[in-house]
């Protein structure tokens, strides 16, 4: 297995700008809920733990970045998403329920296009 600190490096290496990290940390989130999706599936309970914690943990550094003074209605509406997510996360695990992992990347699927298409307008 792979040293976290060495993963981190090469993974920090390769990214441009803060735009960037946003969007691979958006990527990562859905891949994971994808993966705790599958877990459920396969009846790996360990997985789907790991899985959604990892989730919850990104929400949560995500949610704490938010800058209330210059983000205003945006920083608002975000922190009520991730708060949102996060519950209904807490309930998935709990009740091994895909469905809710699912509304939970419906929801975050429109935001990280909204990025992504921001950024690309703003180059």
Do not use: H, W
Request: with cysteine.
């Amino acid at each position: 297995m792979e040293n976290p600190y060495v993963a981190y490096q090469k993974n920090i290496e390769t990214i441009d700008s803060k735009e960037e990290l946003l969007l691979k940390t958006y990527e990562e989130i859905i891949s994971l809920l994808n993966i705790a999706i599958m877990s459920i599936e396969e009846n790996d309970v360990k997985t789907k733990a790991e899985s959604l914690s990892k989730v919850t943990n990104v929400l949560s550094v995500l949610k704490a970045s938010l800058d209330f003074e210059n983000g205003g209605e945006i920083a608002r509406n975000l922190d009520k998403l991730y708060d949102f997510c996060m519950e209904e996360l807490l309930k998935a695990n709990l009740n091994n329920d895909k469905e809710l992992i699912k509304n939970v990347i419906e929801v975050l699927t429109p935001v990280y296009e909204g990025y992504k298409e921001a950024f690309k307008k703003a180059k």
